[in-house]
């Protein structure tokens, strides 16, 4: 009896998705991967009826749940047609692991740290604003900033500035390109910070980041190290998850005068840092859970 279909919508070189294939397979699932630039609707029909893939056989009203590993970047058309297309998957009845809801909670910055902050998590002390006055205010006032974009990760796109003049040039370069200010107090720390994964509301594992450089990303050359994250840290990684509604989270925490603050939560989480200092094979863990979940 063949096993339960379960889409990923992610690259097929994408070394993640591959894992997570590998490990879905292994426990009796069948898996189609599904590129995200070829969903195609075909209307009259609605919902997951209407919905296939551009050259693939599968029709995603056929998945047990769609798993998303990989959400392009592109014009405001595309990146709204892409998630417009998994709302209707999912009023359709199809389980979308992250779930719509919480990929648009955490894919911008603004977003994600405005909801945690209402809910009293603590955050840096943050500015988004279109005005290079404002901007520019945030950097007088608290000297030492980090200037973000507002979509981005694995610390890509990050600048710390700590004088007045240097953050000029970077804001009127933000400005030629019609970018938001996404400005953030910087808060110092010993090149360390914490990562956290969570999967079905528990903590799966934790790794601690160091490097030589103030940003401590893997992708940016940190160094993962085994980490047994303290209950605050823990907590703290629960309640966004909660907050968030996410089935798994990556959680950034950093800690500054003995103070732990989440820097960020991402809701499409890469985990192959993280696999390097746990002895468990993640992506079976998260493979596991969406089985569980898609059984239900």
Not at 78 to 93: A, C, F, K, P, W
Not at 94 to 103: I, K
Not at 216 to 238: H, K, M, V, Y
Request: charged letters at 20%.
């Amino acid at each position: 009896m063949a096993g339960p279909l379960i889409g990923i919508l992610g690259t097929a070189k994408g070394e993640q998705t591959l894992l997570l294939q590998r490990a879905l397979l292994a426990r009796g699932a069948e898996v189609q991967v599904i590129h995200p630039k070829k969903l195609t609707c075909r209307l009259p029909e609605g919902g997951a009826a209407g919905v296939t893939a551009t050259g693939e056989t599968v029709r995603l009203r056929d998945l047990r749940a769609l798993v998303i590993r990989y959400l392009p970047g592109g014009s405001l058309e595309q990146v709204t047609y892409r998630l417009n297309v998994l709302h209707r998957l999912e009023q359709d009845g199809l389980l979308v692991m992250n779930g719509v809801d919480t990929l648009e909670r955490t894919v911008d910055k603004y977003y994600t740290t405005s909801l945690l902050a209402a809910e009293g998590l603590p955050v840096p002390r943050t500015l988004v604003s279109e005005s290079y006055d404002e901007a520019m205010r945030a950097v007088h006032e608290w000297g030492s900033v980090v200037i973000k974009p507002v979509f981005g990760s694995q610390g890509q796109g990050i600048v710390r500035v700590d004088d007045p003049d240097t953050a000029h040039r970077v804001l009127r370069a933000l400005e030629m390109g019609h970018y938001l200010y996404y400005v953030q107090e910087y808060l110092p720390h010993e090149g360390v910070d914490y990562r956290l994964f969570v999967i079905g509301g528990r903590m799966s594992g934790a790794m601690r980041r160091r490097s030589s450089n103030w940003r401590t990303n893997i992708a940016c050359g940190g160094q993962a190290e085994p980490f047994q994250p303290p209950d605050s840290f823990c907590r703290l990684a629960l309640d966004a998850s909660a907050l968030l509604g996410a089935d798994y989270l990556g959680v950034d925490i950093l800690s500054s005068d003995g103070k732990p603050y989440v820097l960020e939560a991402n809701g499409i989480p890469g985990w192959l840092g993280l696999q390097t200092v746990v002895k468990y094979d993640i992506a079976d863990e998260l493979a596991a859970f969406i089985l569980e979940k898609a059984s239900r």
